[in-house]
């Protein structure tokens, strides 16, 4: 079995950290996804962090808004390779499905992590 | 209303500048100052992306800004103009160049700089080239987002 994708959540502020708690309360899965927050960096930097995080390994980054320095790195980072997958708005619905769905290829995690995320996206009547 | 915004920050357009600033500002354009991100596409289409389709966004290389920043000046619309360093900055400004003011929004942490504010660091090469274009009649203030203070220039250098 090759080896499962790691998450990576890339924020502004703490929200990446927040995100990963709240995983690991809900499901106590707390090896499959490490937070990046862009606090303090220019593109440089955070793409140092971003590597650090990925750690050579197969990856799903989950960037929180689809533009700005989280994203520009990002995609930067991904561009050209096919261990490394990229994907916006990250929701914490997303996340929990991307734990239990780490055998798939970097491109189709992502896809499905979208996927799940938009699903959770709704205005109930109250 | 012309540019309302001249700022210095090395993450270019990103959501303190789209939101931040552009919200208030009411900002109908937005020119990206950079001769790498001018020359590819790649690069454009993902700063494009963090901007909302109802603002223009303009790329352009330091010589093409020099050209074109009296036409901006003109524009009825509010614009912001983004650069990510100083030397663009002091190459758009020269000889009097139209630039009256300049906001420091975010120059990070690299080698040979130093903090200066918490979203400001500088070396000593660029604390001096940012008081030179002071010295020249250009008003110099530190702000990230519009909220916050704006800091002179001679409390961060």
Redesign the interface.
């Given at each position: 079995m090759s080896e499962p994708l790691r998450g990576v959540i890339v924020s502004?502020a703490a929200v990446a950290q927040a995100l990963l708690t709240a995983v690991a309360a809900i499901t106590g899965v707390n090896d499959a996804l490490v937070p990046v927050s862009n606090d303090?960096?220019?593109?440089?930097?955070l793409t140092e962090r971003l590597t650090r995080a990925i750690d050579a390994r197969p990856a799903v980054l989950f960037v929180d808004?689809?533009?700005?320095?989280c994203?520009?790195s990002s995609?930067?980072l991904a561009?050209g390779r096919t261990d490394v997958a990229v994907v916006t708005g990250v929701n914490l619905a997303m996340l929990l499905d991307f734990v239990f769905h780490r055998d798939l290829a970097p491109a189709d995690a992502a896809r499905r992590a979208a996927e799940a995320g938009s699903r959770a996206i709704r205005t109930p009547a109250a | 209303m012309s540019i309302a915004l001249y700022r210095v920050d090395?993450?270019l357009?990103?959501?303190q500048v789209?939101v931040g600033w552009g919200k208030p500002l009411n900002a109908r354009f937005i020119v990206l100052v950079d001769d790498s991100v001018r020359s590819s596409d790649?690069?454009q289409e993902?700063?494009r992306?963090?901007?909302p389709p109802d603002i223009e966004v303009v790329f352009a290389s330091t010589a093409e800004a020099r050209q074109r920043l009296s036409e901006w000046e003109r524009d009825p619309r509010t614009g912001i103009l983004v650069f990510g360093d100083i030397d663009t900055l002091a190459a758009l400004a020269a000889n009097g160049h139209g630039v009256s003011r300049v906001n420091v929004g975010?120059?990070?942490?690299?080698p040979g700089r130093s903090e200066r504010l918490?979203?400001v660091y500088l070396s000593d090469g660029e604390a001096v080239k940012l008081k030179a274009l002071a010295a020249q009649g250009v008003e110099v203030t530190a702000q990230d987002v519009p909220t916050t203070r704006p800091v002179p220039l001679e409390d961060f250098t």
């Open positions: 502004h303090g960096c220019d593109s440089g930097a808004l689809p533009g700005g320095s994203l520009t995609v930067r561009r | 090395d993450r357009i990103h959501g789209v790649q690069e993902l700063y992306m963090g901007v975010g120059l990070h942490h690299r918490r979203y």
